[in-house]
């Protein structure tokens, strides 16, 4: 059964500079969730879109945007870097009430 | 604010005992509760999910159970065995729709020995 995709599953970048993740839904999943785990955390939700809406956000920064596109394919875009950016991204879909998880993006900042 | 707890934070039990994995959370006006198993530096997966008009769910070994009337589920898994050694992670999703974002609990680290 097809998963949901996420690239680059590994990214190494500087400070200051820009990143973006990419994630690829199930087929026919019309709802896509960010979340962000840092070391030894458990998941913080990002933002969620709907539709191509964005249907909710949760504690995302400012330096962070995202969109869904027309074929529900989503981009997490990250400008201005910092140390404590370096997690792993997570990025779900869903149709009815359950999340799957893709394998995550690894981003360090250095 | 949704607050999601789990218990025992780390747990070692020697290779076919039975065990109980706890998570509770503050806010009961959950749309269902969902636990996941994530292995080191992967991804999750997803285990079982139970509704919030549901009582429990089972999955082979695993039998979730769900109160939500005192914020509290269980997981329990049956004859662990070494490959059942992973982080479980309890989560809840928030009430009202269907498309809610998840509240994560920081995990169980659960070591099976041989």
């Known amino acids: 059964a097809a998963g949901v995709i996420q690239s680059p599953r590994h990214l190494i970048k500087e400070k200051r500079e820009t990143a973006t993740l990419k994630c690829y839904p199930i087929p026919r999943h019309d709802t896509v969730y960010w979340y962000q785990q840092g070391p030894g955390q458990d998941p913080q939700f990002l933002i969620s879109f709907y539709e191509k809406m964005q249907s909710d956000k949760g504690s995302i920064p400012d330096r962070f945007s995202a969109q869904q596109f027309s074929d529900y394919h989503s981009e997490l875009n990250m400008s201005s870097l910092e140390l404590g950016d370096s997690a792993l991204y997570f990025c779900?879909?869903?149709?009815?009430?359950?999340?799957?998880f893709g394998p995550g993006t690894r981003l360090l900042v250095l | 604010k949704q607050e999601v707890t789990q218990i025992p934070a780390a747990l070692s039990v020697p290779e076919g005992e039975n065990l109980v994995l706890n998570c509770s959370f503050t806010?009961?006006?959950?749309?269902?509760l969902q636990w996941f198993r994530q292995d080191p530096g992967k991804g999750l997966t997803s285990l079982l999910l139970i509704q919030s008009s549901q009582r429990e769910q089972t999955s082979g070994r695993l039998n979730a159970s769900l109160d939500k009337s005192s914020g509290r589920s269980t997981l329990y898994i049956a004859a662990s065995q070494p490959g059942d050694s992973a982080t479980y992670l309890c989560a809840v999703r928030h009430g009202g729709t269907s498309y809610g974002k998840l509240t994560f609990g920081q995990g169980t680290i659960l070591t099976v020995h041989p």
């Open positions: 806010d009961s006006a959950i749309y269902n």
């Open positions: 779900a879909s869903s149709l009815t009430e359950t999340q799957y």
